[in-house]
């Protein structure tokens, strides 16, 4: 199925207008493409709309459920510094005089206004259906080079569209995945999703299990301690007590069994009794409105088969994902990948014959497999065996495999520039922090040079900017 594409423009879906929508968007009209963004809730921004609105299935299992998209707690601040963090020509720099949040690490509001900003910077919200939920993506019965989407506002009207190409932007933060626990079917005690969580309070005087130490486990298990009697966190990782400010909160291996009496057994023989288990155990990618004939599945966490992470060989250039990828530069890389899907649908960019990406992905997927990495890794973007969270961990190793090799080449394919110095050396202080500052490392920076440079490098883009306008 896959298509040749002309030089020329292209009527385009985008589905999602979070931090990737956005950014494909715009780079699709930037490149002559017609966009038609597709977005369920009243604003733009994503996983970055906080509400206080939670699921009534507290661990989003419920086939029925309604379901709420937003997973931000009212604590959140972001995990990276917010320089690194913007896209390249809209750097994420601090406001003044409008309230907002000045620190290195803002909260999510700030994250959200950002994202805001640059909705209205670039004009997108001109190409958008809000309220609008996307119901299905199929290739069209009478040309199947293009695509038919069904869609349905809120207020119930439905109607449908064809499209040359569809960009997929839902994001990956909405299906929850849970930990495996032998024996939790007989657990008299309560359980709830990271996706569920908001505030501390309910945690009142209780004792409670957080499973996972990646961000939120370790966000979350430290916003309960101020309020829960004991709170214990459970964790692949080597256990540190460098990520506890807290007299209450300890750290443990991986839960061995949950038991009928209320009791819980780690794996190293301690047992103690809980009344809440938290689960900060990730989500699941979910299309459930992609209709391929089963040429995209996801199995055990990978999506694919994918070429790159974005396109689907058999339905090339067709069917595009921005934002697979996890762990990495997350704005910058869903600005790159859109630069690169909308010069493949212009034709300035050429792709390989559907043989040659099935092949590619084939091996990649294989070389995983020989470097005894589980195939729900398959989209870390380094290589996560230099994570703490895969097992032993080598700080040097988490940044020597490195994401601006992915970069790099999606540049190369565009015509575009890759990511700045600063950007990479940025984030490699910032990703050590989080594994080894401890529980204040979003209030603690002592690389102020870098971030004088990073400065000096805004100053000159707006500077450029300013000149061409």
Not at 254 to 274: T, W
Request: hydrophobic share 35%; proline share 5%; glycine share 8%.
């Amino acid at each position: 199925m896959t298509s040749s594409i002309t030089s020329r423009g292209r009527h385009v879906a985008v589905i999602g207008l979070g931090a990737a929508g956005l950014v494909a968007a715009r780079e699709l009209r930037r490149e002559g493409h017609t966009v038609v963004a597709f977005e369920r809730e009243k604003h733009v921004g994503g996983l970055w709309m906080y509400t206080d609105r939670v699921e009534a299935d507290a661990l989003s299992v419920d086939p029925d459920r309604t379901i709420v998209h937003s997973s931000v707690y009212q604590s959140l601040r972001t995990n990276l510094p917010r320089e690194c963090m913007g896209y390249s020509d809209f750097p994420f720099a601090t406001r003044s005089g409008d309230g907002g949040d000045p620190r290195r690490y803002p909260d999510h509001k700030e994250v959200l206004t950002y994202l805001q900003d640059f909705a209205k910077e670039f004009k997108i919200e001109k190409m958008v259906r809000f309220e609008t939920e996307v119901l299905c993506v199929e290739p069209a019965a009478e040309d199947n080079r293009k695509w038919r989407v069904q869609f349905k506002s809120s207020s119930g009207v439905s109607g449908e569209e064809i499209f040359d190409a569809v960009v997929v932007c839902n994001g990956h933060f909405t299906e929850p995945r849970l930990a495996h626990i032998p024996g939790i079917d007989s657990w008299p005690g309560k359980q709830i999703h990271s996706h569920n969580y908001r505030i501390p309070d309910p945690f009142k005087d209780q004792v409670v299990i957080v499973i996972g130490s990646q961000s939120s486990g370790n966000d979350i298990s430290s916003d309960i301690a101020t309020m829960a009697k004991e709170v214990h966190l459970s964790s692949n990782a080597v256990a540190s007590d460098s990520y506890s400010g807290y007299n209450n909160l300890r750290i443990h291996p991986m839960i061995y069994q949950a038991r009928e009496d209320g009791s819980v057994v780690f794996r190293n023989g301690k047992v103690l009794f809980a009344d809440v288990i938290v689960h900060c155990t990730g989500y699941k990618y979910h299309f459930p409105f992609l209709k391929t004939n089963g040429y995209v599945t996801v199995e055990d966490n990978r999506v694919g088969p994918l070429y790159k992470h974005v396109f689907p060989p058999a339905l090339a250039p067709g069917i595009s994902f921005i934002g697979i990828p996890f762990m990495g530069l997350q704005f910058f890389m869903f600005e790159i990948q859109s630069k690169w899907v909308a010069s493949v649908l212009s034709g300035r960019a050429k792709l390989p014959s559907e043989d040659k990406m099935m092949e590619e992905a084939i091996a990649f997927y294989a070389k995983l497999e020989d470097l005894g990495i589980p195939k729900r890794y398959t989209h870390f973007l380094t290589d996560p065996r230099g994570n703490p969270l895969f097992g032993t961990f080598n700080p040097e190793d988490a940044v020597a495999i490195s994401q601006s090799d992915y970069f790099n080449w999606i540049a190369e394919q565009c015509g575009c520039a890759s990511i700045e110095p600063w950007r990479e050396r940025l984030y490699k202080v910032a990703i050590k922090k989080v594994f080894f500052g401890g529980d204040s490392y979003r209030d603690q920076w002592d690389d102020d040079r870098l971030i004088e440079e990073v400065y000096r490098e805004f100053a000159k883009l707006k500077l450029n900017q300013d000149s061409s306008s």
